[in-house]
């Protein structure tokens, strides 16, 4: 007997391995895979530049044509380089939600924390309202941060008052959704018609706004809060298994999930100041990670973020190719891809219920 025990233990851990093998060996692929997206969304343009033009252009700015680096630094660079932080920020947040809250619909654009945004880039648009002393080029982004941040906080408030009530927090979410989509709405409404395109046009997301100091803060923020994501995995492992054996072992679920909320929070509202609302990268992602990587968040969260990367930069290249000559909003293209899988996740949802 000792010894069937000691083989099938030993059959186990083989196993283990290998799975673990074929893990790493996936995330190893969505990154290459999302390099090489970066690559192509950087030779796509009006200008036509080869690959060793380009790569030239990337590492050694000083010995191309002084239009051809600032092309390159200061145009598609920022460009590509934006759309995959967005989406790896807005898939790691998706992630750490549908597992919080243990809802696989559950994101920052479908539980408010967009639309929460929108609200505060109307209110600075139609009304000029925003922190006085703000310069004028600045207050949309910093609206936009502060309603995001705030509506995450109310969902924090939300879960401190009523602990360990999912439903409670998704329902929350789904009132502030239509709450701030309806105030937007009034202010559409009463708005002149210049404010109102540039609504109108920021609600529809776009990676045009961006720069290398938006680059830099968008960085800082995914680099401080991803070890605290990484370190939490082992407790959003347990989560999984129910509410009951969590707190079984000793895990604080309130804590726990405050703590995910607030990295949530800075994920999405950063990235929705400095681009406006993408939809549905923040819902798509996570699943796909799931799907080819099981529910391990050790190797989860990494494939998560690594596939909202890749999803939005292949969403950029699309956004400049569909259309010939014209630079589509990248949160039209992230909806049509968006929307039929949503609603399969919901017809996916009712057949286990």
Known sequence: MPAEFAASAQALAQGYAQLMRKRLCLLLAMAIGLLLSVAADLSVGSTDLGWATLATAVFLPSQVPLETALIVQDLRLPYALMAVLVGVALSLAGAEMQTILNNPLASPFT????????????LALVLGLGIPGLPEEAMVPVNTFVFAFASVLLLQ??????????????????????????????????????????????????????NWTKLQLLALVIACVLPFSLRAAWQLNVLRLGEERTLSFGIDLNRLRLASLLRVSLLAATAVAFTGTIGFVGLVGPHIARMLVGEDHRIFLPASALMG?????????????????????????TALVGVPLFVWLIFRSGARA
């Open 157 to 210: 408030a939300t879960a401190r008052a009523r602990p360990g009530s999912r439903q409670i927090l998704v329902l929350f979410g789904i009132a502030l959704v239509f709450s701030c989509n309806a105030l937007v709405a009034l202010l559409q409404y009463v708005a002149s018609p210049d404010a109102l395109q540039q609504l109108v046009f920021w609600s529809m997301g776009s990676l045009a706004r961006a």
């Open 111 to 122: 539980l408010g924390v967009s639309s929460a945004a929108a609200l505060g880039a109307a």
């Open 309 to 333: 990367g890749l999803i939005m930069s292949l969403a950029s290249i699309a956004s400049k190719t569909l259309v010939p000559g014209t630079l589509l909003p990248v949160g039209i293209v």
